[in-house]
């Protein structure tokens, strides 16, 4: 099922509502034409789940949620090398550098060492991306806000359509996904990726988005599991 949340806007007074139920009314869905947040959470057996979300060309896209919740499996299954023209599309994950890292030179020291050079590297890539124009898929861990509003500022300046992609997943799922790939974060760090997804989900349960940001889309991992592609243009 589909559930929308809809904004205040200058032609009504309608003003945050509750994400209602609806059938979700076909397999592709664009995020952001029609409402603010497009809530894909709750499909049931027999109902016709999303297959596909599509993204304007040169859109940005943030991936959220708890560690281990799925993001980076969920961007390596869905997110395309290129969009609909042909124009390539970026997917920037710390996980991603972090493994290039670990099967390299510097795979026999601790990754406590290493953690910041692998930063430095994710980050100028990140920037890399971003300044290119084309289409980035970022991997967002939720407590760095900073991240989101330098993206946000971003989409800002070039004219480009900013969106985010929330995975709410169980705490417990998500530390069984972080034992299943044998890493995990202290209690201390869990404890406050959970406050920052708390914050994110509340916000957009009222259709108040990240500053910056054009619309949501919320998943459980029903919904995600379901999602085969994401296509931009």
Same mark, same amino acid.
């Given at each position: 099922?589909?559930?929308?949340?809809?904004?205040?806007?200058?032609?009504?007074?309608? /003003?945050?509502?509750?994400? #209602?139920?609806?059938?979700? $009314?076909? @397999? !592709? *869905? +664009? %995020?952001?034409?029609?409402?603010?947040?497009?809530?894909?959470?709750?499909?049931?057996?027999?109902?016709?789940?999303?297959?596909?979300?599509?993204?304007?060309?040169?859109?940005?896209?943030?991936?959220?949620?708890?560690?281990?919740?799925?993001?980076?499996?969920?961007?390596?299954?869905?997110?395309?090398?290129?969009?609909?023209?042909?124009?390539?599309?970026?997917?920037?994950?710390?996980?991603?550098?972090?493994? /290039?890292?670990?099967?390299? #030179?510097?795979?026999?020291? $601790?990754? @406590? !060492? *290493? +953690? %910041?050079?692998?930063?430095?590297?994710?980050?100028?890539?990140?920037?890399?991306?971003?300044?290119?124009?084309?289409?980035?898929?970022?991997?967002?861990?939720?407590?760095?806000?900073?991240?989101?509003?330098?993206?946000?500022?971003?989409?800002?300046?070039?004219?480009?359509?900013?969106?985010?992609?929330?995975?709410?997943?169980?705490?417990?799922?998500?530390?069984?996904?972080?034992?299943?790939?044998?890493?995990?974060?202290?209690?201390?760090?869990?404890?406050?990726?959970?406050?920052?997804?708390?914050?994110?989900?509340?916000?957009?349960?009222?259709?108040?988005?990240?500053?910056?940001?054009?619309?949501?889309?919320?998943?459980?991992?029903?919904?995600?599991?379901?999602?085969?592609?994401?296509?931009?243009?």
């Amino acid at each position: 099922m589909q559930r929308q949340a809809v904004c205040a806007t200058s032609a009504g007074t309608v /003003r945050g509502a509750v994400p #209602r139920r609806a059938r979700a $009314p076909k @397999a !592709v *869905v +664009r %995020p952001g034409r029609g409402a603010r947040v497009t809530d894909l959470r709750g499909t049931e057996e027999g109902d016709r789940e999303v297959r596909e979300l599509r993204f304007p060309a040169r859109g940005l896209v943030v991936v959220s949620g708890l560690p281990g919740s799925g993001k980076s499996t969920l961007m390596r299954r869905v997110v395309p090398a290129l969009d609909r023209a042909g124009a390539p599309v970026h997917r920037i994950d710390s996980q991603d550098v972090r493994e /290039r890292w670990e099967a390299g #030179r510097l795979r026999a020291l $601790p990754y @406590a !060492v *290493v +953690r %910041p050079l692998v930063r430095c590297a994710h980050y100028y890539g990140l920037r890399r991306a971003l300044r290119s124009g084309d289409s980035v898929v970022v991997h967002d861990c939720g407590t760095l806000a900073w991240v989101r509003r330098w993206i946000a500022r971003t989409a800002r300046r070039d004219g480009r359509e900013l969106h985010l992609l929330l995975l709410d997943v169980p705490a417990e799922v998500a530390l069984s996904g972080q034992r299943a790939r044998g890493r995990g974060v202290s209690g201390y760090a869990f404890a406050r990726h959970r406050r920052a997804v708390r914050r994110l989900l509340a916000a957009a349960r009222s259709a108040r988005l990240p500053k910056g940001f054009t619309a949501t889309v919320l998943l459980d991992r029903r919904a995600a599991d379901a999602l085969e592609r994401t296509t931009f243009g």
